[in-house]
């Protein structure tokens, strides 16, 4: 064979084992980029899946105590009117003009009304002092690195404190929606028109900060909604004149609405409430809110020992005056304990009472 018929033969051997050889190269290669692609997502979905199921757990630590928060009778609702002028840029317009607590009994429906006295000096949280009442909103707000939806619960705390009952809720809204608010525990108001409010986006997590843009903020659910509603289709609005209430005007009215339909859980739960501080009288206020709760209090004393922090010892997390003291001293999960796993805490009482507050200087005045 000629040479030139050899060399043409092995140039064409050549590039069809180089065009075979660059197939299997580009299908390795192929496979090797599709398993790295494949990784990459997988811990990319993991590490994101992650990172929302622990937002979420924390975002819903409440949810730790569903079914307590579901045997608790009385819920709570504070509505707080602020001015047709309200502008998210003037601070001076944040004032309130009027302060509201809804009370609504689920086993009966019952509703009852009590108006707060908004000119009333109180002592307010997060060590602010003494301030008048219509404040709350302004201050919560600028405490609150300027959210709106943070103002409006910070007065929620304020108020609970000066009534000394956990307040569930709050509707931050401006008087030329009055009657729409009214509308919502008084049997006149009309299911469709709020229904139709509610669907626009109204839970404080759609707001930019402001109102200006939607009728009301609120952390109310429409389920919760519902239930007031029906409420006030079924039964009288009582409407209580509380401008002129003292404190212990305020704790005969609220355990008179416990004692007219008390709570299947009243019996067999004691609570103690401890003072790790050298403040004398802090334990009051825990003693107040069982006590306004319909629970029973064992003692208020002096703990032996100082803690860092406000603990709170349970027998179990469905136990509803667990989460009565945990929701009105705005505690974080980890200072929650159960009383099993709590050895280490050398206080007499843990073995005689079902609840145990122990309240240090995170919590004082």
């Known amino acids: 064979m000629p040479k030139a018929a050899r060399v043409g033969k092995k140039s064409t051997a050549y590039k069809q084992n180089s065009k ?6 580009n299908k390795t290669s192929l496979h090797y980029i599709f398993a790295c692609v494949f990784a990459l997502i997988f811990l990319v979905s993991f590490g994101t899946y992650k990172i929302f199921t622990i937002d979420f757990a924390s975002a819903n630590s409440d949810s730790t105590f569903i079914h307590a928060k579901q045997l608790l009778n009385l819920h709570a609702l504070i509505l707080l009117e602020v001015s047709d002028e309200f502008d998210t840029q003037d601070a001076s317009t944040y004032l309130l003009k009027s302060v509201k607590v809804v009370f609504y009994e689920k086993k009966t429906g019952n509703i009852d009304v ?4 908004s000119k009333a000096l109180v002592d307010y949280p997060k060590k602010i002092g003494e301030e008048s009442l219509d404040k709350s909103l302004q201050l919560g707000y600028s405490v609150a690195d300027k959210k709106m939806d943070y103002g409006s619960d910070y007065a929620r705390v304020v108020v609970q404190q000066y009534l000394g009952y956990p307040i569930d809720d709050y509707v931050l809204y401006k008087t030329s929606n009055k009657d729409l608010i009214d509308s919502m525990y008084i049997t006149s108001g009309g299911l469709s028109t709020l229904s139709s409010v509610w669907s626009v986006g109204l839970s404080s997590s759609t707001f930019e900060n402001s ?3 939607k009728l009301f903020l609120t952390s109310m659910s429409f389920k919760d909604y519902l239930s007031l509603y029906r409420g006030s289709l079924a039964t009288q609005t009582n409407v209580t004149n509380g401008i002129d209430f003292d404190e212990p005007a305020f704790d005969t009215y609220v355990q008179s609405l416990y004692a007219r339909n008390p709570s299947d859980f009243v019996s067999g739960s004691s609570v103690a409430i401890l003072n790790s501080t050298n403040i004398s009288g802090l334990a009051k206020q ?3 809110v069982v006590q306004n709760s319909g629970g029973y209090l064992l003692t208020t004393d002096n703990a032996r020992e100082n ?13 509803p005056y667990a989460y009565v003291l945990y929701r009105y001293f ?3 999960l980890e200072n929650v304990r159960l009383i099993k796993d709590s050895t280490q805490i050398l206080e007499p009482i843990l073995d005689r009472a079902d609840v145990t507050l122990i309240i240090s200087f995170d919590n004082s005045p």
């Open 330 to 332: 705005d505690m974080s």
């Open 286 to 288: 825990g003693s107040r």
């Open 20 to 25: 075979k050889s660059g197939q299997v190269i």
């Open 211 to 213: 109102i200006d843009s």
């Open 307 to 319: 803690y860092d922090k406000t603990t709170l010892i349970i027998d179990s997390y469905d136990n």
């Open 114 to 117: 009590l108006t707060l006295n």
